[in-house]
């Protein structure tokens, strides 16, 4: 009988229940075409500045909406009485329209949209316009680079790792690989 931690250890026990041996038939192996393509998605290094994006963008999201609830709506309440519409209903044919809380969301959505606009889009366009013209300086310039990148074939890898370059994905045109510029 097979342990739990055999079980777990070898997901793909052989037909007889050997521990220790395993069934190629019906296994994920290497030359799986799905499972080929799944690794070279998860090795591109666009995934992980999804992921960071993400964070940044869910963490920016909590600011803005905390600067419009927190900041601004109270000031709409100082001029308006209230700084909360959803209360204000009316009932026709015993059908209740909150349109308070419409009028609350809509003008929590203008809030968030021009915060939005004004601290990112607006700073991102001149900046771009200005390098452009030719006034602002390139990336390059103010950070220089600090990691050199290369591609290189299987069989170079063991050299080149050696000399200090690190793997950060796979293609179908090869292994993408950096190692830091030395001054």
Do not use: C, Q
């Not at 940044?56 to 600067?67: C, H, K, P, R």
């Not at 900046?127 to 013209?133: E, K, Y």
Request: aromatic share 10%; no cysteine; hydrophobic share 50%.
């Amino acid at each position: 009988m097979m342990s739990l931690v055999t079980a777990v250890l070898l997901p793909y026990p052989h037909a007889n229940g050997l521990p220790g041996e395993r069934s190629t038939k019906g296994s994920a192996r290497e030359g799986d075409p799905m499972v080929k393509e799944f690794r070279d998605f998860l090795m591109r290094g666009n995934i992980v500045d999804l992921a960071v994006a993400v964070v940044i963008a869910t963490a920016f999201g909590a600011v803005v909406t905390s600067l419009a609830a927190d900041l601004i709506m109270p000031i709409i309440g100082i001029f308006g009485g209230s700084a909360d519409f959803s209360a204000n209903t009316f009932t026709i044919n015993g059908s209740e329209f909150r349109w308070g809380t419409f009028v609350t969301a809509v003008i929590a959505f203008v809030i968030v949209a021009a915060a939005i606009f004004f601290l990112v889009v607006k700073p991102m366009n001149k900046l771009l316009a200005r390098v452009r013209r030719g006034e602002a300086p390139a990336a390059e310039e103010i950070l220089p680079p600090t990691w050199e990148y290369r591609t290189a074939a299987e069989g170079e890898l063991n050299p080149l790792g050696a000399e200090g370059w690190e793997l950060v994905g796979v293609s179908g045109s090869g292994f993408h690989l950096k190692r830091p510029l030395t001054a």
